[in-house]
Antibody, heavy 118, light 107 residues
């Protein structure tokens, strides 16, 4: 069974940092592009970042560029999101998602909540 | 970026009725449009990809159509478990964008 499990969320002060992890099981992430998508409380879905299969290419939404870094450890079957200089507007549930080869997301984690507040 | 506008914002229907949800793109996305269902407290679930292809395990009552800028998700006969929020998503143009969602509620 394909499963994605995020961890690392929590309460952080503005300007602080967090590192999210997404542990995959039931498939090998080295065969897939992977993404982070976030959802602010009561709001819609917003794409955050993506990384290609071997980690050589990454992409970011303008709102997080220069502050967030996506990475992967294929040996550990795990995806990461390093979030620095956090702002209140970064408060959201962060989902990792598998790219289905069609540019859409066929598997999602359960999400991890990041709250940025003093 | 490509803006996806979903309508209506809320749709109130009864089980057994037909639901028609719309997604309009600010520029052509060809057929690179997907639909997701999200229930409270859950992650989104992929329903339709490339405008009209059902994802594995998705019931046949869900269908998608359209190309270019206008797309439709149709649920032919609503089941109780279909009441949720639905999002469209395009991957044709950078960056990936989602619509704001349509809430399908029980009338």
């Amino acid at each position: 069974e394909v499963q994605l499990v995020e961890s690392g969320g929590g309460l952080v002060q503005p300007g602080g940092s967090l590192r999210l992890s997404c542990a995959a099981s039931g498939f090998t992430i080295s065969s897939y592009w992977m993404h982070w998508v976030r959802q602010a409380p009561g709001k819609g879905l917003v794409w955050v970042s993506r990384i290609n299969s071997d980690g050589s290419s990454t992409g970011y939404a303008d709102s997080v560029k220069g502050r967030f870094t996506i990475s992967r450890d294929n040996a550990k079957n795990t995806l990461y999101l390093q979030m620095n200089s956090l702002r209140a507007e970064d408060t959201a549930v962060y989902y990792c998602a598998r790219d289905s080869y069609s540019g859409c997301y066929d598997s999602w984690g359960q999400g991890t909540l990041v709250t940025v507040s003093s | 970026e490509t803006v996806l506008t979903q309508s209506p914002a809320t749709l109130s229907l009864s089980p057994g009725e037909r639901a028609t949800l719309s997604c309009r793109a600010s520029q052509s996305v060809s057929s690179y449009l997907a639909w997701y269902q999200q229930k409270p407290g859950q992650a989104p679930r992929l329903l339709i990809y490339d405008a009209s292809n059902r994802a594995p395990g998705i019931p046949a009552r869900f269908s998608g159509s359209g190309s270019g800028t206008d797309f439709t998700l149709t649920i032919s006969s609503l089941e109780p478990e279909d009441f949720a929020v639905y999002y469209c998503q395009q991957r044709s143009n950078w960056p990936v964008t989602f619509g704001q969602g349509t809430r399908l509620e029980i009338k």
